[in-house]
């Protein structure tokens, strides 16, 4: 795919991702009673600008971001403005951008799971079994054919390592269809720190027998299923990050370049594809902004927690102003940072999608 085409697609993305997290700040602004100044798409300077009300709506030279700019962020001072109004009404405001983001994936991937997509499919079987491993333990065996783990029918590789990510550390339930034909249920537990090379079950996989087909749901299947798939998302989440303590190994991060990047390459899968890809950065533009760092919505939820654990005592707006213009430069290195290796990563023809 081209790299115009691959522009327009990580622009379009990030956009929406954008404009729902904005939009939930701006609308919980409006129902505060707080004073919008601008509402804004990408990061000055400005391209135009049109005055609604009181509220300027930009559009904006950098594409990285946007920002829903309220009346007195931090001076309690002004009428309308943010730091005017009570805690619980703050708070709500500052939760809704996340939420929006957090609820947006639910229609992507029901969209997602409505478009048709080619998915090949066959007979999954064991191709090595490494010794000592918790199959070779399970009796596990070269030539296995798996027909389901936990009830969830497998119908090609991607399925059996799904299962396994999602269930570190759990009993899983193997079929197996052996040499012989007959079916035999045997009892595994991922492992989380493995001997390199072995994997968390110890298997080796190949598949035969293959064949394509085209797979879509119709909305009333496609609701659950998102919904079910945002919450195993969180759970692949979790055990990712359990497994850099475990293993002892630096987390992977990626920055606008490796995004832009991984668009390029989810995009040759499909529309379907593409539009999952969408839903899980939604999900983790949620995640990052509720960290507790300054310059994020998580930073200023903090100062205004500290608010109320002091009984209304606030943070001085010169300090909590400053702290948070220190946080937001900070970001900006570290993203820059992280783009630099991303570029590297990129030069040398180096994938990020396994």
């Known amino acids: 795919m081209s790299v115009f085409i691959t522009l327009i697609l990580f622009l379009l993305i990030l956009g929406v991702l954008v404009f729902a997290h904005e939009m939930g700040h701006f609308v919980a602004a409006r129902m505060g009673k707080i004073k919008v100044e601008e509402f804004g798409f990408g990061f000055p300077p400005r391209i135009f600008g049109v005055k609604r009300g009181e509220t300027i709506y930009s559009l904006n030279w950098v594409p990285l971001g946007g920002f829903c700019k309220m009346l007195g962020e931090e001076d309690p001072s002004k009428e309308g403005s943010f730091a005017s109004k009570k805690a619980w009404v703050r708070l709500g405001v500052l939760f809704a951008g996340p939420f929006m983001n957090a609820v947006l994936p639910i229609v992507l991937l029901t969209v997602a799971f409505m478009v048709p997509r080619q998915v090949v499919v066959g007979d999954v079987l064991i191709d090595e079994v490494a010794a000592d491993s918790p199959a070779a333990v399970a009796g596990i065996e070269t030539g296995d054919i798996i027909l389901s783990i936990n009830d969830h029918e497998i119908q090609n ?198």
Not at 168 to 185: H, Y
Not at 266 to 294: H, K, M, R, T, W
Not at 328 to 347: C, N, Q
């Open 157 to 354: 590789i991607g399925d059996v390592i799904y299962d396994i990510h999602l269930n570190m550390g759990e009993e899983l339930t193997f079929v197996l269809k052996k040499a012989d034909d007959s079916i035999k249920a045997v009892t595994v537990i991922p492992r989380w720190n493995p001997p390199e090379g072995e994997g968390a079950v110890g298997i080796a996989l190949a598949i035969e027998n293959t064949s394509e087909v085209s797979r879509s749901y119709a909305f009333w299947e496609a609701v659950p299923k998102s919904i079910s798939s945002i919450g195993e998302t969180f759970v692949l989440m979790r055990n990712e990050i359990r497994s850099w303590f475990v293993q002892k190994k630096a987390p992977q991060v990626t920055g606008p370049v490796g995004i832009f990047q991984l668009t390029g390459e989810v995009s040759e899968a499909g529309p379907s594809y593409l539009i999952q890809f969408a839903a899980f950065l939604s999900i983790n533009l949620a995640i990052v902004n509720l960290l507790p760092l300054p310059a994020l919505d998580g930073g200023r939820i903090v100062f205004i927690l500290i608010e109320v654990a002091r009984r209304g005592k606030r943070v001085s707006p010169r300090t909590e102003g400053l702290i948070h213009m220190v946080g937001f430069a900070m970001l900006i290195g570290l993203i820059l940072v992280i783009s630099y290796f991303d570029i590297l990563r990129a030069i040398r023809g180096e994938s990020l999608t396994p």
